[in-house]
């Protein structure tokens, strides 16, 4: 092997391990965005007091120092896949790293307030909420 290609070899090791490192170093200093999805489906009539009831405890989660995500209501659209199936209301709320999520999870599965904003939901929904965990990927 010549001179040069050895040089060259050792050159392109070395910046696929810096790379490398420099991705891993990113990925821990912004860590993994997760987004939490609920859904609800109303009782017959009741579709305003779910939404009313999930923007209360989006005021509850802002209260405990939490995001207060975004809520979703149907919408029409000549190209909407239409499913009456589909959940009347849906909250997302995006928490960049695991210390935003856990606090999430400390309030909405546990504090007195958002407990008691659960108890009024299961009155007007058909059935416990949905709840979904996604990873968050930007497109670069």
Same mark, same amino acid.
């Given at each position: 092997m010549s001179k040069t290609a050895l040089l060259f070899a050792v050159v392109s090791v070395w910046y696929l391990a810096a790379a490398t490192k420099t991705v891993a170093q990113q990925q821990t200093a912004q860590g993994t965005t997760t987004v939490v999805q609920m859904s609800?489906?109303?009782?017959?009539g009741k579709e305003q007091e779910v939404l009313a009831i999930r923007l209360l405890a989006c005021d509850v989660l802002e209260k405990h120092g939490v995001t207060r995500g975004r809520v979703?209501?149907?919408?029409?659209?000549?190209?909407?896949?239409k499913n009456a199936s589909d959940p009347d209301v849906v909250w997302e709320g995006e928490f960049p790293d695991a210390?935003?999520?856990?606090?999430?999870?400390?309030?909405?599965? +546990?504090?007195?307030?958002?407990?008691? &904003? &659960?108890? +009024?939901?299961?009155? &007007?929904? +058909?059935?416990?909420?949905?709840?979904?965990?996604?990873?968050?990927?930007?497109?670069?």
């Open positions: 609800y489906y109303a009782q017959p979703l209501t149907r919408g029409e659209a000549l190209r909407g896949t210390a935003s999520l856990a606090r999430y999870e400390e309030i909405a599965g +546990k504090h007195p307030d958002f407990m008691a &904003v &659960v108890q +009024k939901m299961r009155t &007007v929904t +058909k059935g416990p909420a949905e709840r979904r965990y996604y990873q968050l990927h930007s497109a670069h």
